[in-house]
T-cell receptor, first 116, second 113 residues
Framework: EAGVAQSPRYKIIEKRQSVAFWCNPISGHATLYWYQQILGQGPKLLIQFQNNGVVDDSQLPKDRFSAERLKGVDSTLKIQPAKLEDSAVYLC??????????????FGPGTRLTVL | AQSVTQLGSHVSVSEGALVLLRCNYSSSVPPYLFWYVQYPNQGLQLLLKYTTGATLVKGINGFEAEFKKSETSFHLTKPSAHMSDAAEYFCAVTGGGADGLTFGKGTHLIIQP
């Protein structure tokens, strides 16, 4: 079974530029998460999708970050314009479905963003 | 709301010695608790999880953790450290089956030869 795919793996941009990250979840996984992991810290949830709808985006800086999950499969996270403090690893994860039982989250390898 | 505190940003043990990584949590609902490991330039790998049932859970690579509700703790242990255990370890909590995870800041485990 293929895992969660992310691209690009690395990205370097200048501040105020725009950048986009792509995530392809495990086939059949209805729930998709984006996390931000700043160096020296644990991952922080940015946004959660259930199919193509947003479940939780309370920690997403909406003035500069946006995300979409068209057709309920792949997802794109965009930053526009980027700031120095956005330098981090952006992790995508997916799980089977929203339910009362626990659903394991599977993580992709991440995209390492450096903002200069 | 949930939160996680990992005591010690760096832990150093000798090869063959006991590994103990500490995690305390706060949760307004019965928690689901996890330990993840992250090797350099790699994604997160689930070591073990507590959802319901037995409070002592066993995971991969010889690790285990015990859920202690009275102490709000979920410490990770391994009887004998191996060089390959050197990595970053994260404790995480969630209150719902598919809710996002709240992570601690991580503990860097160093294994001395």
């Amino acid at each position: 079974e293929a895992g969660v795919a992310q691209s690009p793996r690395y990205k370097i941009i200048e501040k105020r530029q725009s950048v986009a990250f792509w995530c392809n979840p495990i086939s059949g996984h209805a729930t998709l998460y984006w996390y931000q992991q700043i160096l020296g810290q644990g991952p922080k949830l940015l946004i959660q999708f259930q199919n193509n709808g947003v479940v939780d985006d309370s920690q997403l800086p909406k003035d500069r970050f946006s995300a979409e999950r068209l057709k309920g499969v792949d997802s794109t996270l965009k930053i526009q314009p980027a700031k120095l403090e956005d330098s981090a690893v952006y992790l995508c994860a997916s799980s089977l479905a929203l339910a009362v039982i626990y659903n394991e989250q599977f993580f992709g390898p991440g995209t390492r963003l450096t903002v200069l | 709301a949930q939160s996680v505190t990992q005591l010690g940003s760096h832990v150093s043990v000798s090869e063959g010695a006991l590994v103990l990584l500490r995690c305390n949590y706060s949760s307004s609902v019965p928690p689901y608790l996890f330990w993840y490991v992250q090797y350099p330039n790699q994604g997160l790998q689930l070591l073990l999880k507590y959802t319901t049932g037995a409070t002592l859970v066993k995971g991969i690579n010889g690790f285990e953790a015990e859920f202690k509700k009275s102490e709000t703790s979920f410490h990770l242990t391994k009887p004998s450290a191996h060089m390959s255990d050197a990595a970053e370890y994260f404790c995480a909590v969630t209150g719902g089956g598919a809710d996002g995870l709240t992570f601690g800041k991580g503990t860097h485990l160093i294994i001395q030869p």
